[in-house]
């Protein structure tokens, strides 16, 4: 069975850093666009971050500059590196793998990352 494990998540105050893991089983992530996507309460699931199996990547406009996606193939891992953290932040972040070359996706439970004093 696939599994996709967040793990980073937390409390932190407004300025603060975090990053964020992924860590994959029974795929491997090299053949895979990998992303991060958050949801709010009482709000939709939005994308946050994007970054392909060649290492291009794409941010939503209200992390650019803040947050940086990153990925180790080898250790079959994807990573969110969030500063200058905001209370607007604050959501259950999710991982979302998709395969290059079928319809294959799949997300993963979700860490909580709270913002605030």
């Known amino acids: 069975q696939v599994q996709l494990v967040e793990s980073g998540g937390g409390l932190v105050q407004p300025g603060g850093s975090l990053r964020l893991s992924c860590a994959a089983s029974r795929i491997r992530i090299t053949f895979y666009n990998m992303g991060w996507y958050r949801q709010a309460p009482e709000k939709g699931r939005e994308l946050v971050a994007t970054i392909t199996s060649d290492g291009n990547t794409n941010y939503a406009d209200s992390v650019k500059g803040r947050f940086t996606i990153s990925r180790e193939n080898a250790k079959n891992t994807v990573y969110l590196q969030m500063n200058s953290l905001k209370p607007e932040d604050t959501a259950v972040y999710y991982c979302?793998?998709?395969?290059?070359?079928?319809?294959?996706?799949?997300w993963g439970r979700g860490t909580q990352v709270t913002v605030s004093s």
């Open positions: 979302d793998a998709r395969a290059t070359r079928s319809t294959d996706n799949y």
